[in-house]
């Protein structure tokens, strides 16, 4: 090449020959050849080393750059460490490989730079060499060249200056001494990586046996094989961590325990972990995965061959131990039994117990057939509440460790004998009362199931023309779970019971079976006892029940769910198997010809209710295809409008879309859903013939068999959602409390309640809670003042004795704080249930006139008062007669003393209410507010009503003073508070109205509704 030859932009109009140019490829296209990035470097350091001329500009052009990757210049921000290491770096390359003209590794320049970083305090077992690359290229620019001599060789950095015939001299230089070298160097590699091995497998073994633990009580429970209760050293599961992942997030050198986010990894490691721990222990620590894997082998294959194969390869513990563990087990439980009766550590007292019974039955291979296991096993069953939730199981007495492998018993316990009489029969109970609630909760299902048929057909367009299109809609079971508004039920708590080494045929196993439930029924504190069984020991109980009916009067037996359920499937297949049912299912395919026969007899459950719930889903479709028909033949206009179709599609096409339990709702509530609901029911109560009405109630069984599968631990009754508004009516707060002192002072209680402060919050209609300080406001009120508040409280006006109108508590205590008479007097009422005394009388009576803002001493003085000043004055807002208020301090102090001897123990002393201010009258208790007349008769006669309805309520104001109308009075004929027939006919044509003040009584009586009545 001559000094005239360029590499030139091809935009450039400058004159060449194509001849002399290094980029032209000879072609009919005359199109120019590209260079990689690597050839671009190697061909201008050659074309500058022979004094060639190069133009930068053509590198842009020509030159094919790795699409779609990420700049190698770019450079993310690191820590101050990083840049201090790497300027030591740079001076190194700047000393041996630009001005030294060295040829150097990546990745030696890599571990040097960790090296660096370890000086700095960082610890780093991985560092990207692309990233140092775009370190070096920032910094040196040109002056540095990197070249691949191979595609699994790392890159060589040159000096970009250094000529290229000195580079392949160092090269070949190089060559055999490293050729020589390659031996050495592996030895010594070699030599260090297993000096590493062996330091770190010492490491290791001394971190095991000095940290490694077992928390595992003996004997071990289920709640504690677990791999909380194993310590691993956080130095063998980062070791761990390190080896099972090469994940660089966990690539720096932690003393502290790596956090592994993912659950597999972790599961891994703790695998492993606890089979070092066990192989380096020999045994002697017990780790939760050896012994549940050991125990879970023996229960489900009950052979030891298996478990002696996993003990050898140090997976388990051996079958030994097994043993040893099952017979300390049982030798706690025995320790556990009181008076011959095991109640199991994980059952509480006060909490609600259900019994299941059932056999169990080996049927062991034996050469005649007989003496095969038959026993009965038993469970109880609780659902635990909130206050136990995290609860672990009951402390257990200490066991000692020993070597027992099997265990002795004594004495044999036998089944109580039964001694049969004369078969009695259940007796009869005739009741005309029926209960017809399960009829609304048959609807709401069978609505549910309704519009659950809506989703699934293919409705597009038409409500009543099915398409073909793809099912997007899950089943049934899995539709009715995506819907399910209501919360996951509560976990069971289950103990098993004792095993009966009988057969549960025999009456004599079913009597100790009985016997038993209710000995530990006695134990829990529980009345009634709930007993489930299967059919034929159902049957079985109640012989023995219908013959001693006062021993076991608080039973309360049940069948099964399961065997219920399959009790009516037998009976579906008995009435519609041989109807043309069997025929359909094998014609259809739905199930195998062998299997049909124990489908119909009601013993495979699973495949029963699979193939009912298709039935009765085609029967639906055909259903649906009929109503459409019937509506056109009635001329049902409304449900086959337009408007009215596409307001139940767009929500069906909602549904299809999202599937949620808000969504489905939506489709419940919908008012057009809820008529052609309607509809479709009135279509199938048509009747059409014999053989509609059999395959309809085919389908109200099949209703009614999901019905009973839905609802398994469901409960049916419904719960108030807002217990404020409850609460606010009086006799459901009496329930409460008979409720709480009914349950509470049961023995069984004694035990939860011992040691917990109970509070109890009082209900308002306020979000809003304060906490105050009742220290710092007894304080602050002074003793005085904090003695006299219950009977202030009871004086003016509380939920049992009234309250003085118009006047509320504020005003009535700044008028206690003013006074030391009045805090001293109000302190003494409650102190018997005495009449009150008349120095105390007059000291209430004078605080009731201060009440009202008047500082006299006789409260009819001051009534008097307020009706001569008042030019219209209501009679219930007067001050109350001295007769009112004697009865009124009578209610004051009794309820007073109630308050103050809430403490003692001893309630029977109260005395009745009767002459304490109240009427005891068929055992409702009512207020005696007068024995004298509120004012004299001539006074009475002037207060006068002007109804028109007959004085039959409070808006009348005689009504409201409990005064009989007079004849000053304007009320019509039909008064009904008259204590006399008025002779005298009014006139038709006069026209009786209301006297003034009804409108402001309207006001009054309105604002009265919140307040207690008055004393007057």
């Avoid at 390869?313 to 008076?339: G, L, P, R």
């Avoid at 009489?421 to 005309?432: C, D, I, L, Q, Y």
Wanted: contains cysteine; hydrophobic residues 35%; glycine residues 6%.
């Amino acid at each position: 090449m001559t000094e005239q030859t360029f590499v030139l932009n091809p935009k450039q109009n400058i004159d060449f020959s194509w001849d002399k140019c290094l980029c032209h490829r000879s072609g009919e296209t005359g199109s120019l050849k590209s260079f990689s990035d690597q050839t671009w470097t190697t061909f201008k350091a050659a074309a500058e080393s022979r004094n060639d001329r190069v133009s930068e500009i053509m590198k842009g052009k020509w030159i094919d750059g790795p699409k779609g990757k990420k700049n190698e210049t770019q450079v993310e921000e690191e820590p101050d460490s990083f840049r201090s290491a790497f300027d030591v770096l740079a001076k190194e390359v700047q000393q041996n490989i630009i001005h030294g003209l060295q040829v150097s590794n990546l990745t030696d320049l890599c571990s040097r730079f960790r090296e660096l970083l370890v000086i700095q305090g960082v610890h780093v077992l991985k560092y990207n060499p692309t990233r140092l690359k775009a370190r070096l290229v920032n910094k040196f620019g040109d002056n540095l060249t990197f070249w691949r001599s191979g595609r699994q060789n790392s890159l060589l950095v040159i000096c970009s200056s250094v000529p290229t015939g000195q580079i392949v001299q160092t090269a070949i230089e190089s060559s055999t001494l490293v050729k020589s070298n390659n031996t050495l160097n592996a030895a010594v590699g070699k030599e260090d990586i297993v000096t590493t091995i062996f330091y770190a497998a010492k490491a290791i073994r001394n971190v095991i046996n000095l940290d490694s633990k077992s928390n595992i009580p003996w004997p071990p429970t289920g709640e504690s094989i677990s791999e909380n209760n194993i310590v691993i050293p956080d130095l063998l599961y980062n070791f761990l961590a390190l080896l099972l992942t090469d994940d660089s997030k966990h690539a720096s050198i932690s003393p502290s325990k790596l956090d592994i986010s993912s659950e597999v990894l972790h599961r891994r490691i703790m695998s492993l972990a606890q089979d070092l721990i066990y192989s380096v222990n020999k045994g002697y620590t017990k780790t939760p995965k050896h012994v549940a894997i050991a125990i879970y082998l023996k229960t489900q294959t009950g052979s030891s061959e298996i478990v002696k194969i996993i003990n050898k390869f140090c997976h388990s513990v051996s079958y030994d131990q097994v043993e040893k563990i099952e017979t300390s087990i049982a030798e706690q439980m025995i320790m556990n039994t009181e008076d011959d009766i095991f109640i199991p550590s994980i059952i509480r007292k006060g909490v609600f117990s259900r019994f299941c019974w059932d056999n169990i039955d080996l049927c062991e291979e034996t050469l005649s057939g007989q003496g095969t296991t038959h026993c009965t096993n038993g469970i109880v069953i609780q659902t635990r509440p909130d206050w136990c939730e995290n609860e672990d199981e009951a402390n257990q007495p200490p066991l000692q460790r020993s070597k027992n492998r099997s265990l002795k018993i004594l004495t044999e316990e036998q089944p109580v004998h039964f001694y049969s009489k004369p078969r009695v029969g259940p007796k009869t109970n005739f009741s005309k009362q029926t209960n017809n609630s399960f009829q609304s909760l048959s609807l709401v299902s069978r609505k549910k199931d309704f519009c659950f048929l809506l989703c699934r057909m293919s409705l597009l367009d038409n409500l009543f023309l099915l398409e073909n299109v793809s099912q997007c809609i899950p089943a049934w079971t899995a539709f009715n779970i995506m819907t399910n508004h209501t919360n996951v039920p509560r976990a069971n708590s289950i103990g098993y019971l004792q095993v009966i080494d009988a057969s549960p045929t025999d009456l004599n196993t079913v009597t100790t079976v009985l016997q038993r439930s209710v000995s530990i029924a006695d134990k829990l504190g529980q009345r009634d006892v709930v007993i489930v069984f299967d059919q034929a020991i159902y049957a079985k109980a109640l012989e023995i029940i219908w013959q001693k009916p006062v021993e076991f009067e608080r039973l309360v037996l049940r069948i099964g769910a399961f065997h219920t359920a399959c009790a009516f499937i037998a009976v579906i297949g008995k009435r519609f198997g041989d109807a043309g049912l069997g025929d359909l299912l094998l014609e259809s395919k739905v199930i195998g010809s062998g299997s049909l026969t124990g489908v119909f007899e009601g013993k495979h459950y699973n495949r029963a209710l699979r193939l009912h719930k298709i039935v009765f889903k085609a029967f639906e479709r055909l259903r649906w295809e009929a109503f459409g028909s019937w509506l056109n033949s009635n001329d049902e206009n409304e449900f086959l409008d337009s408007n009215f179709q596409a307001s139940v599609l767009s929500i069906l096409a909602q549904i299809r879309r999202n599937l949620t339990a808000d969504n489905f709702k939506t489709l419940l509530m919908s008012p057009y859903v809820g008529k052609l609901f309607e509809a479709f029911t009135v279509y199938c109560n048509v009747s059409e013939g014999p053989m509609k009405s059999f395959w309809n109630s085919y389908i109200e069984m099949v209703e009614l068999l999901l019905l009973f599968t839905k609802q398994q631990g469901r409960p049916s009754q419904s719960c108030p959602r807002q217990w404020k508004k409850v609460l606010s009516v009086g006799r459901n707060k009496v329930a409460l409390v008979e409720f709480f002192v009914s349950e509470w002072s049961k023995q069984s209680y004694k035990f939860t309640l011992e040691g917990i402060d109970l509070f109890v919050s009082h209900g308002s209609t306020s979000s809003k809670c304060r906490l105050l300080n009742v220290q710092s406001m007894c304080a602050k009120l002074g003793e005085n003042v904090c003695r006299a508040l219950p009977g202030f409280h009871a004086f003016t006006g509380c939920d049992s004795v009234s309250s003085l109108t118009g006047k509320g508590k504020s005003k009535a205590f700044g008028v206690l704080t003013r006074s030391v008479e009045f805090s001293e007097g109000l302190s003494r009422l409650g102190e018997t249930f005495e009449e009150v005394g008349e120095e105390l009388s007059k000291t209430l009576e004078r605080f009731l006139c201060a009440i009202y803002g008047y500082e006299i001493n006789n409260i009819d003085e001051l009534r008097f008062r307020f009706f001569c000043n008042a030019k219209n004055i209501h009679c219930h807002l007067l001050p109350p007669t001295k007769d009112a208020m004697l009865k009124h301090m009578k209610r004051a102090n009794f309820q007073a003393k109630i308050w103050k001897s809430a403490l003692e123990h001893n309630t029977q002393s109260v005395p009745p209410p009767n002459n304490h201010g109240w009427i005891v009258k068929n055992n409702l208790i009512s207020m005696n507010w007068l024995d004298q007349p509120p004012a004299l008769d001539a006074l009475l006669i002037l207060i006068s009503c002007s109804c028109k309805a007959g004085c039959a309520n409070k808006r009348c104001s005689c009504v409201r003073q409990a005064l009989s109308c007079t004849d000053g009075c304007k009320c019509s004929n039909a008064c009904s508070n008259k204590d006399y027939q008025i002779v005298d006919i009014a006139n038709d044509d006069d026209e009786d109205d209301r006297d003034d003040d009804d409108d402001d009584d309207k006001s009054v009586d309105a604002g009265d509704e919140t307040d207690d009545d008055s004393m007057d």
